[in-house]
């Protein structure tokens, strides 16, 4: 069975704090994705991969930064966590192309920033 | 600019029907997807439209009108398991997705 797995949950970190999310796919798939999803908004995507050590900005990649050292794993970093980072956090792969591939998601991680 | 548009919240019965509407502006058209998820859960795959017409999947069917930028969702006998947020997706000609806000849809007894 398809897996996706997020390191943590629901964290709660300070603000300026270094944050460090973590997702791991064992489906062998070329991309990943981060997303942020808030209240009233579609998901906005962070940052993705489409190989190892290649990464791509997204929509909003302000205030992240990404890191992909292997296939299976996309750590999605906040260098200095800000209030307005309070979100949901979901990690997302896939195999081929965005318009025939579905995206296969891990539960997601809520991070509250203080 | 690009959108989709979707409702934000609606009701339906157990056992009844519902039909989740998304339109959508879009540079662009290469596949829309609908995803389910539900509280607190990760988004799961429903169905993929890239052609004009009806794909259906047990309860669930998902319709497609490119030429008026129109999908809908269609949930048939309702259960309570069903109450779940419905996101509506587009593919770009950029081959980005595109992601409406979704629909939270409420299940009463």
């Known amino acids: 069975d398809v897996k996706v797995t997020q390191s943590s949950r629901y964290l709660v970190k300070r603000t300026g704090e270094k944050v460090f999310l973590e997702c791991v796919q064992d489906?062998?798939?070329?991309?990943m994705f981060w997303y942020r999803q808030d209240p009233g908004l579609g998901l906005r995507l962070i940052y993705f991969?489409?190989?190892?050590?290649?990464?791509e900005k997204g929509d909003i990649p302000e205030g992240y930064s990404v890191s992909r050292e292997k296939k299976e794993r996309f750590s999605l970093i906040l260098e200095s966590a800000s209030t307005n980072q309070t979100s949901m956090y979901l990690c997302?792969?896939?195999?081929?192309?965005?318009?025939?591939?579905?995206?296969?998601f891990g539960e997601g991680s809520r991070l509250t920033v203080l | 600019g690009q959108n989709i548009d979707q409702p934000t919240e609606m009701t339906a019965t157990e056992g009844a029907i519902v039909q989740i509407n998304c339109t959508y502006q879009?540079?662009?058209?290469?596949?829309l997807f609908w995803y389910q998820q539900h509280a607190g859960e990760a988004p799961t795959f429903l169905s993929y439209?890239?052609l004009d017409g009806l794909e259906e999947k047990g309860r669930f069917s998902s319709f497609l009108s490119r030429s008026k930028g129109y999908s809908y969702l269609l949930l048939k006998e309702l259960q309570m398991k069903d109450s779940a947020s419905y996101l509506c997706?587009?593919?770009?000609?950029?081959?980005?997705?595109?992601w409406g806000a979704g629909t939270k849809l409420i299940i009463k007894p």
């Open positions: 997302a792969s896939s195999f081929g192309g965005l318009d025939t591939g579905e995206l296969f």
């Open positions: 489906m062998d798939h070329e991309n």
């Open positions: 991969s489409y190989d190892v050590k290649m990464k």
């Open positions: 879009t540079s662009g058209f290469n596949g």
């Open positions: 439209n890239v």
């Open positions: 997706t587009v593919v770009d000609s950029n081959y980005q997705l595109i």
